[in-house]
Structures are given as C-alpha cells and as structure tokens.
C-alpha cells in the first residue's frame, strides 16, 4: 500500500454506525477526511478526529461541501485513500465534484447520511430520499456505485468494500445510508489486518514518456494512474479529453472518453453488485429492500412465512448499479414485488422498469415513524397475496 | 561540410517548461495570460526548483487553461474550485509546491469563499490571480472586478457595483504575501512571483491583464497592446501601499507594487505545534 497507514483497532467494539463507518475507513487504510460540518453524519468525523493524527492523516474541516469533495480528490491524485461525509443538502453541492471526479477517474469515497428532503427537510429523520440523487446528482452521462449498509456492522464492511471498488475501478464511490443506522449502537467484530483486503488502485510501471493518464485500450477499460511528484508531469482536465488527457472537444473524442467511463462500470456489474436474497426460492413475493428498511422487510417475511405466505426477500447491498438482471429473473417466477422504502418512490421505479411487466410492483412509502416497525409491509404482503 | 554538433534548436526558450505539443494556445493576440505565464515560467527557471514537486492547479475560463500549458503534474478542475482541490494536494502531499493560476471571475466571484477560507487558514499555496475585468471565455459578462462604469455585454449601461479590491481582500482574509504588477511589469512580476513561492503560506500576486477580445472592444480601448501599454504607463509602484487605497477605477491610475509581506504559521505548522502541544 501506498502512503497509507493501517490502523485497525481488531477485537470486539461497542460502536454506533458512525463510529463503525470511521473505523471502516481507518480500517481501509483512509488517511485523508475532508468535510463540512452537517447533521446527521457528523459523528463519523468525531470519530476520525480522535484517531487521525495516530495514523498520520489529514482531517481539514472545509469551508463548504463544494471544497470539502474538491480536497478529497485533490489528496487521492497524491495517493491517499481519501473520503468525505455529508448528508443530502451537502450531497447536492457536492454534485459537481463528482462529475469531476467521475471525469477524471479519481478513486473516492463519499458518505451521504441520507435524512428525510427535499432542501433542509428533517435533519434527524432517517431517510432514503437521496438515492436517485446518488445515481443522477452530478450532470452527464456517467455510471455510479453506491452502497447500502443495514446495520454498524454492516457499516464497517460496507466502508471498506467501498473504498475498495473505488480503487479498484477508479471512480468515486457513494455510502448512502441514514441516522437510523448512523445511530444504531451494537457489537462489531472488526477483524486481525491480515484479513482485511483492500484492493490497491493499479499503479502505472511502464515508461515515463509513454505514460497516459487516460489510456484506451487496456483489458479493463481501466487506465493505470500515477501520483502527483512520481515524476510524470502529467496533465488532466474535466473538459472531455484524449488519453493523455489533453482537452479535445469533438463528438469523437466525447465517445472514447465517457463512453469508456460508463462502460468500464457496466461490464463488470456482475463482480461490483451484491445481494443478499432471503427466501427467494420459491417466493411468491418478493420485497426489494435496502438500508434500515431491509431489516424490517426481513422481520416480516419471517413473520408471514409462519402463516404459510411464500414471501421472500431481496437485499440490495449494491443499489447502484442496479441488479437489473436478477430483478428480472425474479419477476418471471414471482407474483409480486413491493418495494418499502423511506421515500416517495426512487428504486421502486427501478424494479418496474426491471421487471418489464413480468410481475406487479408494489410501492409501500415506510416512512421514519415505521422504520423498526413491519407492520404495514406484512399488511401489504397479506394483501397481494390474498 | 555539415556539422553533426549542431544544437538541435529549441522551439521556444522554455519549451522544458510548456507543453509544447499543446502549442498554439488558445489565448487572443494581445492577451496579457502569455505574460503571466511567461513570468511564471521565468521564475521557475530562475529558482531552480525540482519540477517533479511542482503542481499547477486552475479553474475555469481563459486563465483556467493555464495548467494545460505548463509541463509538471496539473490539474484543470471545477470553476472557482481550484483553490480547494489545491488544498487537497498540498495537505495529501505536503513535498509538493502547489501554484494556483486563475482568473478574476474564477477566484473573486466563484471561488471567492475559498480564497478567504484558504488565506485564513494559510495553506502553503501561491495563487496568482490574472485580472482583466471582465469574464472573457464565456463572452463578456460584467465580472467582480470590473471597475465602475466600464461598459460590458451585460452592462451595457456600464457597470454600477462596486468592484472587488484583490489584494485588500487578500490581505484582510490572512494572506501573507500580497504583490500586483500589470502584464507588462515583466522584471517585477517574476520577481514577485519567486518572492511568493518562497514564502511559506498563502501568497497572492495579481496579474493586471487587458482583454483584447470584449474588454478593449466593448469600451473601445484599442488592441491588446495599447491597453497593456497603458496599464504599464499609469502605474505607479507603491510598495506597502495600504490595501484599501488599492480600488482600481475605470482607465485611472493603478497602484502595484508589494504590499503584504509578513509572516503567520501555515496550517500544517499549526497543526504541529497544537497536536505537539496537546501531547498529540
């Protein structure tokens, strides 16, 4: 690992979802946090504030989120593993930095505590209205990966996971999670550093003149990367660029440049996307669910299953990109699908779109005063399956 | 006979600074950026720097394309954002010497509130701040710098809002070195330009630059020449001139000169010191 210093706390802790993501990070070899104060994600800071000067990082608390995601990219081109914390409002100014680093290929994480929107909305309400946001926010055409966690534990691994896909594949990386899980306090096992891995962004070894900071034509359509001071002067633009990351502004170019970008997402969906599936073999209904409300959608598949109804459920840990083909899948075996979720509709449009009229779509608004709560989403299973 | 010895000759005299395959730039004839670009390459040379360890970061608009020119690690970011990303390598690398090279609408108008904030904290960054007034890539748009009452596309009754004074804000926000030449002060501006990478901390020199294409047209002040000659011609250099007698009035006399030259504990030096004082 480059420039990074692991510190991992192993053993067994009594932390809160914060504290577990801020332990993630640390974990995942994080040695940069740049930020601007916002409920409700502020305690992750809290905690990398206690340990950061321990493993020799950099915590700068921004004037702004716009600063606050442009630091970030700057320290990763210097080879640290960097992250920022946020919450919808601070998500939406950081909309443009993502473009930027989605345009220059800068490996990143981003924690957007999502609370209930639009605009201020309520700060302490755990929400889940940002994930359209998290797909669409910045402008252009560009893939995401984003990732959803469903409790401290899950927290801490998720972290990981994300600043390794992000390494990995080159691209900023989105935690959207909520206060629920944000404040949830429980025991998490945070495992020897020998058996924490994180992959390591791929390091161009050629030639000095030969470099391209954004190279066409290797196998996985991801180009190798340089820090800045390794000696290779490179230039890099979020105006759409040639390999070498010259600005050429033409329809050509345009086609090489982003086309790659998304596509280099799109063709391994299969290695990024991860679910978990509960009773889905022989469901007859199937509750897509994500973050704190994939808890309650488990609860109640497990209460109706003793009433004999066939019910399943399926767990995005992965909500963007999209399980677009297991969706499928699904839809031509089951009934039904409902889709509980702590909005007015956001993946629920994606699993209809998905299930391409194979199976019913059900949206089911579980809003905060229901999240820990199943009650509406066994009503709604009882009733499409009446 | 031929002579095998022959010097291959150079393109240009710092062609080991600049991007020479990106050469012709995009910049109008009678544009002053080639200027500040020129001092900025001139200093380089004169202070010997390992260019390995310099980065160059810019926003948005004409000065924007600074980075795109100079041959060490550059980024072409966000506009007015180039101060923070600056920031972001220079706290994740604190080896590297990080110049910012920007326009007025990019640094004053967009990105000022990381101009005050970084000044504040005294991140080790020189910023050089091209002024011409005006917003110039996008066409002509009245800009926080343009004086009062200079015609511009959307002024076209002249504008009537008071302009930014650069180096007074500079200064007020915590800058430690502050320094402002026109185009044509080529001698001087290099000189402020090594004086302000060697200070450590947050350094500005502003770069007083005509507009040949919608500035000097839309007021009809002639070509890009004239308007540099006369900058250079109705200066009248003031060092430790106070900041705020610095406002710059339509067509009028303009104050350069060094005026901000003290020193202040960066912000990786504060955190040093507190994190040592706290036993950190």
Known sequence: MKNSNISVQSGTHTLTGCQACAEGALSAGCSFLGYYPIHPSFDIVERYAERFSDVDGVLIQMEDEVSALAAVLGASWTGKRAMTVTTGTGFAQMAEHIGLGIMLETPCVIVDVQRDGPSEGIPCNPGASDIMQARWGSHGDYE?????????????????????????????????????????KEKINIPDSKDIKVSTRKYYKGKKENYLPFQYDTKDLIPPMVDVMDGYRFHVTGLTHDERGYPVMNDECQELNVHRIVQKIRLFVDDIIDIEEEKTDDAEVVIVSYGTTSNDALNAVKQVRKEGIK???????????????????????????????????????????????????????????????????????????? | MANTNIKKEKLHPMENLLRMDRIPHIWCPGCGIGNAVSAFAEALDKLELNLDQLCVVSGIGCTGRVAGYIKVDSFHTTHGRAIPYATGIKLGNPKMKVVVISGDGDLVSIGGNHFVHAARRNIDLTVICVNNFIYAMTGGQVAPTTPTPAYTTTSPFGNFETPSNVPQLAEASGAVYVARWTALHMRRLTYSIIDAMQKPGFSVVEVISPCAMYYSRINRLGDGLDMMKFYYDNSVIKHGEPTDNLEIDYQKEIIVGKFVDRERPTFSDALQNWLKGKGG
């Open chain 1, 144 to 184: 995401i990966i984003a990732l959803s966690p469903n409790s401290p534990q899950d927290m801490y691994d998720l972290t990981i996971k994300a600043f390794s896909l992000s390494e990995k594949y080159r691209t900023p990386v989105v935690i959207v999670t909520d206060t629920d899980i944000c404040n949830k």
């Open chain 1, 311 to 386: 019910a399943g459920n399926l767990r995005l840990k992965t909500v963007w990109p999209f399980p677009e083909k297991k969706i499928l899948e699904l839809a031509k075996k089951i009934d039904n699908f409902i889709v509980p979720e702590i909005n007015y509709g956001q993946i629920y449009l994606e699993v209809e779109r998905c299930a391409r009229g194979e199976a019913k779509t059900h949206f089911l608004h579980h809003d905060s005063k229901k999240v820990g709560t199943a009650e509406d989403i066994i009503k709604l299973l009882k009733k499409v399956t009446k």
